[in-house]
Antibody, heavy 127, light 108 residues
Framework: QVQLQESGPGLVKPSQTLSLTCTVSGGSISSGDYYWSWIRQPPGKGLEWIGYIHYSGSTYYNPSLKSRLTLSVDTSKNQFSLKLSSVTAADTAVYYC???????????????????WGKGTTVTVSS | DIQMTQSPSSLSASVGDRVTITCRASQSISTYLNWYQQKPGKAPKLLIYAASSLQSGVPSRFSGSGSGTDFTLTISSLQPEDFATYHCQQSYSTPPWTFGQGTKMEIK
């Protein structure tokens, strides 16, 4: 059974870079059917999709964060990572990693669903 | 980006009630719609994918329907463990994926 676990600092100073890692256990990150997503949830608010990465290195970033965001993957460690630069208090949130399963017919648009999630890690941006 | 709007934002119901939550997309998304359940302090859990397909292990009292711009999540008979927040999410065409604002279901 695949499990995901986020790790990283819980406190980041304004203007610095937020760095998180998601470790995948119980399965390989190198399956072509899966994309690996980051999602965040500010306190008391809804969910925001941050972006995803494929084991091949292919990425898609939310345009609202694109200028500050870098996603990477390390297949040897079965991990993927997020770096968000120039953070402000607005970046304070619970950050989740998730497996995004892509399926369907290649002649049509693929379906995606986030079927496995990490437990989440709280990141606070404060001096 | 495609905007997703859920209604109601909150809902009070009793054990045994049949409840329906609605999600509307700002443009047609065919059946590229997922539903998640989130309990306080926990990660979301996938309930329904592709608008109407039940995720493995999810009780059959949960069902989803709709296509185009209008979708519903129905719980046929509310159980105590169903009191949670429910989120819809679209995955149409290319990212970014977007979520509805959530519907908080509370005990009446």
């Amino acid at each position: 059974q695949v499990q995901l676990q986020e790790s990283g600092p819980g406190l980041v100073k304004p203007s610095q870079t937020l760095s998180l890692t998601c470790t995948v256990s119980g399965g390989s990150i190198s399956s072509g059917d899966y994309y690996w997503s980051w999602i965040r949830q500010p306190p008391g608010k809804g969910l925001e999709w941050i972006g995803y990465i494929h084991y091949s290195g292919s990425t898609y970033y939310n345009p609202s964060l694109k200028s500050r965001l870098t996603l990477s993957v390390d297949t040897s460690k079965n991990q993927f990572s997020l770096k968000l630069s120039s953070v402000t208090a607005a970046d304070t949130a619970v950050y989740y990693c998730a497996r995004d399963f892509a399926w369907g017919h290649p002649d049509y648009s693929y379906y995606y669903q986030m079927d496995v999630w990490g437990k989440g890690t709280t990141v606070t941006v404060s001096s | 980006d495609i905007q997703m709007t859920q209604s109601p934002s909150s809902l009070s119901a009793s054990v045994g009630d049949r409840v329906t939550i609605t999600c509307r997309a700002s443009q047609s998304i065919s059946t590229y719609l997922n539903w998640y359940q989130q309990k306080p302090g926990k990660a979301p859990k996938l309930l329904i994918y592709a608008a109407s397909s039940l995720q493995s292990g999810v009780p059959s009292r949960f069902s989803g329907s709709g296509s185009g711009t209008d979708f519903t999540l129905t719980i046929s008979s509310l159980q105590p463990e169903d009191f949670a927040t429910y989120h819809c999410q679209q995955s149409y065409s290319t990212p970014p994926w977007t979520f509805g604002q959530g519907t908080k279901m509370e005990i009446k």
